[in-house]
């Protein structure tokens, strides 16, 4: 699958934000494993239903939303990039183009990346470092290609299916 539909938008999913669910979603399904009655009461489990839900229900429905836009925290140079808050310390990053009805999932923080300010591993700044050496990339058409090839190539059992 080159992307996902949703609302008449392509949804794209960069490697980096695929390595992260790819993790998550394994930790999820072996929790399930050990204890099928108690799984999605474990923090993982909530934070891959709410990056679902972030995906499909925010993003999907208005990715040019205002309160997506993120001002100065990564640097003028990446304004372009927009983010939604979400379970207070997540932030999951992306890129969007009306003219191609595109969006491109960068980023997500976890657990070892809360928003804490002025922490070495600051969802913004560990991103904002990503960005600046290059993983993943700034520039529109490299960001998309880099995207449609992983999201072509990689399957995340678990992910985007409604049943973590």
Request: aromatic share 12%.
């Amino acid at each position: 699958m080159e992307y996902l539909e949703l609302n008449g938008w392509k949804i794209c999913f960069h490697k980096c934000f695929l390595d992260q669910i790819a993790e998550l979603a394994q930790k999820v399904a072996e929790l399930k494993a050990a204890k099928p009655n108690e799984y999605h009461k474990k923090k993982e489990t909530k934070l891959l239903i709410a990056i679902e839900r972030v995906i499909e229900e925010w993003i999907a429905s208005d990715p040019l939303n205002p309160q997506y836009r993120q001002g100065d925290t990564l640097g003028d140079e990446y304004k372009h990039w927009f983010r939604v808050k979400f379970l207070q310390q997540f932030r999951l990053f992306y890129r969007c183009s009306q003219e191609h009805k595109t969006i491109i999932i960068g980023w997500v923080n976890d657990f070892d990346t809360l928003r804490a300010y002025g922490s070495k591993t600051d969802a913004y700044k560990v991103f904002a470092e990503m960005l600046k050496a290059g993983t993943p990339p700034d520039d529109w058409n490299t960001l998309l290609n880099a995207a449609k090839k992983a999201t072509a190539t990689n399957t995340i059992p678990g992910f985007l299916t409604r049943q973590p």
